[in-house]
């Protein structure tokens, strides 16, 4: 037992061995490095990480986007759809129109036949009559004027004549020639196809103030200066075609061949008056604005009409 207790401790050495040295790495030289490839996938993960993009925007605008391309796309296919059925539709009514017609089930629409169009009116009037006469009857349209002259109407009024020669409205020389006037033919060659006649219902008149009722024929010249030649040329003879619309009771008419018209101005437009010996005025012509002639046997009449004009001027 000493022998074990006096044995002195065995000690163990031990020895650290040293450690490996790494053998030193040699680094990669540009030649040996694989160059990096830009791709969509890369921007895209770059884009979205430096915006802050979450997951849920992303499948927001995804959604968004694919919705409105299907929306264009079938308002497109509806517009496509639509189209085509009308090309189709108006391509088989055209069809079935051509086959009814070519087998005679269907016929030409009627011509729409149109009444005859009236002249202009130059002036307004409260009442208007149409009137006719026929060719055959010469002093048929001078007797229906005279009628219409021997109605009673509210006076200050006037009455446009509208006149036909079967159903169709006569022209300015056509009127002249059914009234049987021997106006020149420079006169009836200036005028325009248009013309008025009308009748102007006034209170019975003084001696010289000409007759109550009386007509009034407006022309529309197309040349002033040939018309007024031509109308200082008929003068002389021109009570001979107003005849029919004189008052003429207790008047000698042999008189008048050596009666002239002299100036006169009505609402400041010039005028030329035919009276008979004792002063009572047998008819006047007057111009307004160097385009309308007017002719009436009351100077009353000529000034409503013209004051008619200075209110709403003629065309």
């Known amino acids: 037992m000493e022998d074990e207790e006096n044995k002195e401790p065995v000690q163990t050495e031990v020895v650290q061995s040293e450690p490996a040295k790494a053998e ?30 979450s ?23 509806y517009k496509k759809i639509f189209l085509v059925a009308g090309g189709i539709a108006a391509l088989a009514v055209v069809g079935f129109v051509g086959y009814a017609y070519i087998n005679g089930g269907l016929s ?3 011509p729409v036949v149109q009444g005859p169009k009236a002249p202009p009116k130059f002036v307004q009037t409260e009442s208007e009559t149409n009137i006719s006469y026929t060719q055959a009857n010469p002093g ?4 229906a004027i005279k009628s219409e002259l021997g109605k009673q109407l509210q006076f200050g009024t006037a009455n446009t004549l509208w006149i036909k020669s079967n159903s169709d409205y006569i022209d300015s020389k056509m009127f002249i020639a059914a009234l049987g006037w021997e106006a020149p033919k420079d006169f009836v060659d200036a005028l325009e196809f248009d013309f008025n006649a009308l009748i102007v219902y006034q209170s019975p008149a003084s001696p010289a103030g000409g007759s109550a009722n009386a007509p009034v024929f407006i022309f529309k010249t197309k040349d002033f200066i040939k018309s007024f030649a031509a109308l200082l040329e008929w003068e002389p003879n021109m009570w001979q075609d107003m005849k029919p619309f004189l008052d003429l009771q207790n008047i000698d008419v042999k008189t ?3 009666r002239t018209f002299t100036d006169d101005s009505i609402k400041n437009n010039d005028a030329r008056a035919f009276t ?9 012509y007057a111009f307004f604005n160097k385009k309308f002639i007017i002719i009436s046997t009351s100077r009353g009449a000529l000034g409503l009409v013209l004051e008619r004009f200075l209110t709403l001027p003629p065309q």
Do not use: C, W
């Open 24 to 53: 030193p790495v040699s680094e990669p030289t540009p030649e040996s490095v694989l160059p990096k490839i830009r791709t969509f996938k890369t921007d895209a993960s770059s884009y979205i990480h430096h915006n802050k993009i």
């Open 55 to 77: 997951d849920l925007e992303m499948a927001t605008k995804s959604y968004v986007s694919q919705k409105g391309e299907r929306e264009t796309l079938s308002q497109i296919n």
């Open 108 to 110: 030409r629409p009627e």
């Open 140 to 143: 048929s349209l001078a007797n």
């Open 256 to 258: 008048f061949y050596q």
């Open 276 to 284: 008979a010996a004792g002063g009572k005025l047998l008819f006047e």
